[in-house]
């Protein structure tokens, strides 16, 4: 995915998805030690694009980049 793709998610959806990029690197990784991985480039393709969720997540709390907000409904279900 490119960056301004994760721009458009929320910070939630962002860590979610850090959450899940870790967990596929870790299955990748396992995948290839044991000579399971067909596709050695997708390892590499989900390492960059939690490199990417990390840039825009660091953007953020830096107040260089606004993330998107959760429309009202959504936020009117958590509360």
Do not use: Y
């Not at 899940?20 to 990748?28: C, G, R, T, Y």
């Amino acid at each position: 995915m490119k960056a301004s793709e994760f721009r458009e998610r929320t910070l939630e959806e962002l860590e979610q998805t850090v959450v899940n990029l870790k967990q596929d690197i870790f299955n990748l990784r396992f995948q290839h030690a044991t000579g399971q991985l067909d596709d050695t480039s997708r390892l590499s393709q989900t390492k960059r694009d939690l490199a990417r969720v990390n840039t825009v997540l660091r953007e953020h709390q830096l107040g260089l980049q606004k993330l998107a907000i959760a429309p009202v409904d959504e936020l009117q279900k958590e509360g």
